[in-house]
């Protein structure tokens, strides 16, 4: 009777430790989730900013491809519209008013 009293006792010594150890495991994974989801979180901001700043670039680029193109254009029909004789020009519309928006560039 007495050893089956010392091997209970055992038992349950040995269960209190496991059950401080898988506690103790789990603060130390709830501690490491909680570690993620802030460098999650860190991540998702500089992803956004990231974004932001391509948008930002693609529309720069995409501003200065259109004033190139309409520029050229611009220059292009003024040396062709000059009449033969005299070579002055014939006034044409600023290029400025034929400008058109890049329709790639999404804001928001």
């Known amino acids: 009777m007495q050893a089956s009293f010392e091997a ?7 269960a ?3 059950k401080k150890k898988l506690e103790q495991d ?8 909680d ?7 860190e991540a998702d ?6 974004q932001q ?6 529309a720069v680029r995409c501003y200065n491809n ?14 062709h519209r000059r009449d ?8 044409c519309t600023s290029y400025l008013s034929r400008f058109t928006v890049c329709s790639s560039v999404t804001y928001g």
């Open 8 to 14: 209970e006792a055992r038992a349950k010594v040995e």
């Open 16 to 18: 209190l430790k496991s």
């Open 26 to 33: 789990i603060v130390e994974l709830e501690s490491a989730v």
């Open 35 to 41: 570690n993620a989801n802030r460098g999650r979180a």
């Open 45 to 50: 901001k500089v992803i956004k900013k990231l």
């Open 53 to 58: 700043q391509v948008k930002d670039v693609e």
């Open 66 to 79: 259109n004033f190139y193109n309409n520029n050229t254009q611009h220059l292009t029909l003024n040396l």
């Open 84 to 91: 033969s004789t005299t070579l002055d020009r014939i006034p």
